[in-house]
């Protein structure tokens, strides 16, 4: 049986190109990456087509997601942060949609991988920081000195704020990063469980109810978190972008 770790392995699905010694290939990630953006967008299409004056439950389903999203980022960011909406609203439909294919046997949870969430990361993070340099020049800057701060604590306070600022992509990819990977590492080593008891026998088919129950339990959890990060993720993105609106808040 294939260790719990081995789900999360990247491997080749075919040769593109060698770059500088470096082999470009179209991997499973890749593969798995594409999927989510056209089920996405797929599911966004079909479900708004008609339009109705009353939906039926592909359309509800997507206004819910649709005013879920954009209530999330006027809460956060304001009226005015609604010019980033469709930056958010793909942020949270591709998180959303990839942590929950990743749910399904031998799907590949791209989320469970630092480099995709410090992808995510890192473009909020420069269009935060470009949209407020852009926006309000060096007013910007006024970000890392918190109105009301005595100025005398200025340089204690000013080197703190940069460096939580620059961190910044780094605490926001590995919160999904490591929320998806421990999931679903804790979900196979207890399915694990059940399939090597089942091997035992009669005795070892009623040692495996436990684990078979963990692992309903698990998938659950699984599921709740799932939905659950992608909120976090989205509602973290809104607070970063209302820096960029209200620097001196």
């Known amino acids: 049986m294939a260790g719990p770790i081995e789900q999360f392995e990247i491997k080749s699905l075919f040769h593109i190109a060698e770059v500088g010694g470096h082999d470009i290939s179209f991997t499973n990630s890749a593969a798995f990456m594409v999927v989510t953006v056209a089920i996405a967008s797929l599911f966004l299409m079909l479900s708004t087509r008609r339009r109705g004056l009353v939906p039926n439950r592909a359309q509800s389903a997507a206004e819910i997601l649709y005013e879920?999203?954009?209530?999330?980022?006027?809460?956060?960011?304001?009226?005015?942060?609604?010019?980033?909406f469709p930056l958010v609203f793909s942020l949270f439909m591709f998180i959303l949609v990839a942590n929950l294919i990743g749910m399904f046997p031998y799907a590949f949870t791209v989320t469970s991988h630092i480099s995709v969430t410090f992808a995510l990361a890192l473009l909020v993070f420069l269009t935060v920081t470009m949209y407020g340099l852009v926006k309000h020049g060096f007013g910007f800057l006024r970000l890392f000195m918190p109105s009301g701060v005595p100025?005398?604590?200025?340089?204690?306070?000013?080197?703190?704020?940069?460096?939580?600022?620059?961190?910044?992509?780094?605490?926001h990819s590995v919160r999904l990063f490591a929320v998806m990977l421990a999931g679903h590492i804790t979900l196979k080593v207890f399915a694990g469980f059940v399939v090597s008891l089942s091997g035992f026998g009669a005795l070892g088919m009623l040692g495996a109810v436990m684990p078979l129950m963990m692992t309903v339990a698990l998938t659950g959890l699984e599921l709740l978190m799932s939905v659950i990060q992608a909120y976090i993720f989205t509602m973290l993105t809104c607070m970063y972008l209302n820096d960029a609106l209200h620097p001196s808040h």
């Open 151 to 171: 100025l005398v604590l200025a340089p204690i306070i000013i080197p703190i704020e940069v460096v939580s600022y620059l961190s910044r992509p780094v605490s």
């Open 68 to 84: 879920f999203a954009s209530k999330t980022l006027r809460e956060n960011a304001g009226e005015h942060g609604m010019r980033f």
